[in-house]
C-alpha cells in the first residue's frame, strides 16, 4: 500500500477514492476498520462517520484507522474531509489533524479542501463555492453543519492549538518547495493552502508526496498518483475503475437538504418520475412509517426506478428541526431512509443512488456493506461503487453522492450510466 486515506464520512469516502482510481491506482474502499485486516491495494480508504460525533471519538477512531492504514505498509496518511470545510461549531478537522500529526511525528501538513472541478477554489485562505464565498453560499443554512465564515485560516486556528499559516498562491506558482520550507522556517504547523484549478492541486501534490500527512478533500488526491510514479513507486493501471454489469430494478434515496440535492430532486419530478416523501413530523408520529414507504413504493418498481427523499428546503428542515430537536429529526430520517434502502435491495434492487453523507454512512451501515471498489466517476467526485451482498455474495452497484455534488440531472445520469432504461 502507498496512500492510507481516512475519510470523516462515507461520500466523501467515495469522493477521494474516485481521484484516485481516475489516476489509476488501484482504490478499495472499507466502510470503518475490518478486524481480519485490510485488503490489498496501491491505496485503501477507510470510510468513517465522524465529521458530526464528539470530537473525543472522532480523534479515537481516526487514530485506530492511522494504525491499521500503518500496519498494512501505507507510505502516508491522508485525512480527507468535506471541500466545504465543514464539521461541528467547535470543529473536528482541527482535532483530529492534531491527534494524527502528534502519532505520526509529523512537524507540518497541509490543509485544503479545494476541488475545482466542483467549483471549491480557495483564494487567500478563503474558500469560494462558484463565485460564492463559503459564507454566502447554501452551506450556511446546512441543517448540522451551517458555515458561516469563509477565512480557513481563521476557522482551522479557532481547532486547534498549532500555529496555522496560508500557502499563498502567489507562493504556489513561483516556487511552491521554497514557500513551503518559509512558513516551517516561520514555525507555521498547518499551512491551509490556496488553490484554482488542477494544476495548483498537482503542485500541492507534488510538494507535499512525501509529507507524513496530508489534510484535504478530495481535489488533492488527484495529483498524488503521478507523484508517486515520477517516485517509482507504482504504475498506472487501465483496469483500475472496471465494474461488473449489474441488472435488476434501480432506485434513488436522498436525505440530503443542500442546494444541489434540492435542485436534483425537482428535476426528478418536473420529468414526471415516481417520487414518494418523506415528513419527519408524519414519522414521529407513526402516520408515516418505513413500511408504509415501502408498500408504497415497491410496487413501482418493476415498471421503472423510484426515488425516495427527504430532502427540502431550508424552512421546512427548520420546522422539523424546531418541532423535534436538531438531532432528533436527522437520526429519524437517517434511520427511516436507511430501513427503506434495506427492503428495496430485500426486494431485488441493485443499482441504487444515495444523496447525503450522512444518509449514505447510515444505508450502507443497515446493508452490512464492509467493502467497495471504485469504479468510473459519474460526475466529479462520485464514482459508482461495487459491494457483495453479505448473504447471498451478489454483486450490488451503490452511487453514494455528497449532498452539494453532481448536477440537476444526476440522478437519471447515474442510473443510465449504469444500464437503467428510463
Given at each position: ?134 459564507s454566502d453560499s447554501g452551506m450556511r443554512h446546512h441543517p448540522l453543519t451551517p458555515m458561516t465564515d469563509a477565512n480557513l485560516v481563521r476557522v482551522l486556528q479557532s481547532q486547534t492549538q498549532q500555529s496555522v499559516g496560508l500557502l499563498r498562491y502567489d507562493g504556489l506558482q513561483k516556487n511552491a518547495a521554497g514557500a513551503v520550507a518559509q512558513l516551517r522556517t ?237
Amino acid at each position: 500500500m502507498i496512500l492510507g486515506v481516512i475519510a470523516d464520512d462515507f461520500t466523501g469516502a467515495t469522493d477521494v477514492a474516485s481521484m484516485l482510481v481516475r489516476a489509476g491506482m488501484q482504490t478499495v474502499q472499507v466502510l470503518g476498520v475490518p478486524a481480519e485486516g485490510l485488503p490489498e491495494a496501491d491505496a485503501v480508504v477507510i470510510a468513517l462517520k465522524t465529521r458530526t460525533i464528539p470530537a473525543i471519538d472522532a480523534v479515537a477512531q481516526s487514530l485506530q484507522a492511522m494504525e491499521a492504514l500503518r500496519k498494512a505498509g501505507a507510505r502516508q496518511i491522508y485525512f480527507k474531509y468535506c471541500s466545504t470545510f465543514d464539521s461541528t461549531a467547535k470543529g473536528n478537522i482541527g482535532p483530529v489533524t492534531d491527534a494524527l500529526m502528534q502519532a505520526l511525528g509529523a512537524d507540518f501538513t497541509i490543509a485544503c479542501p479545494a476541488f475545482p472541478e466542483n467549483g471549491r477554489t480557495v483564494f487567500r485562505g478563503h474558500l469560494f463555492v462558484g463565485d460564492q464565498l463559503l459564507s454566502d453560499s447554501g452551506m450556511r443554512h446546512h441543517p448540522l453543519t451551517p458555515m458561516t465564515d469563509a477565512n480557513l485560516v481563521r476557522v482551522l486556528q479557532s481547532q486547534t492549538q498549532q500555529s496555522v499559516g496560508l500557502l499563498r498562491y502567489d507562493g504556489l506558482q513561483k516556487n511552491a518547495a521554497g514557500a513551503v520550507a518559509q512558513l516551517r522556517t516561520e514555525g507555521v504547523r498547518i499551512a491551509v493552502a490556496d488553490a484554482l484549478n488542477n494544476g495548483d492541486l498537482l503542485t500541492l501534490a507534488e510538494v507535499c508526496a512525501e509529507l507524513p500527512l496530508i489534510t484535504a478533500g478530495s481535489g488533492v488526491a488527484l495529483g498524488l498518483p503521478p507523484a508517486y510514479q515520477r517516485r517509482g513507486w507504482f504504475q498506472p493501471s487501465d483496469s483500475a475503475a472496471q465494474l461488473a454489469t449489474v441488472q435488476g430494478p434501480v432506485a434513488v434515496v436522498s436525505g440530503s437538504c443542500s442546494e444541489a440535492t434540492n435542485a436534483q430532486v425537482a428535476r426528478w419530478i418536473a420529468d414526471g418520475r415516481t417520487a414518494i416523501a418523506l415528513d419527519p413530523l408524519a414519522l414521529h408520529t407513526g402516520a408515516q412509517t418505513a413500511e408504509s414507504l415501502l408498500a408504497e413504493a415497491l410496487p413501482v418498481l418493476a415498471g421503472g426506478p423510484v426515488l425516495l427523499y427527504a430532502t427540502a428546503a431550508p424552512d421546512r428542515v427548520k420546522a422539523a428541526q424546531a418541532e423535534l430537536g436538531v438531532e432528533a429529526a436527522g437520526a429519524l430520517v437517517e434511520h427511516t431512509l436507511a430501513t427503506v434502502a434495506q427492503g428495496l435491495v430485500q426486494a431485488g434492487v441493485r443499482r441504487l443512488v444515495v444523496a447525503g453523507g450522512e444518509t449514505s454512512g447510515a444505508v450502507v451501515q443497515a446493508l452490512a456493506v464492509q467493502q467497495l471498489r471504485i469504479g468510473a466517476p459519474i460526475c466529479p467526485g462520485v464514482p459508482w461503487t461495487q459491494s457483495a451482498l453479505p448473504q447471498s455474495g451478489e454483486p450490488l452497484l451503490l452511487a453514494l453522492k455528497s449532498g452539494n455534488f453532481g448536477g440537476v440531472d444526476f440522478f437519471a445520469e447515474a442510473l443510465r450510466q449504469a444500464g437503467a432504461a428510463l
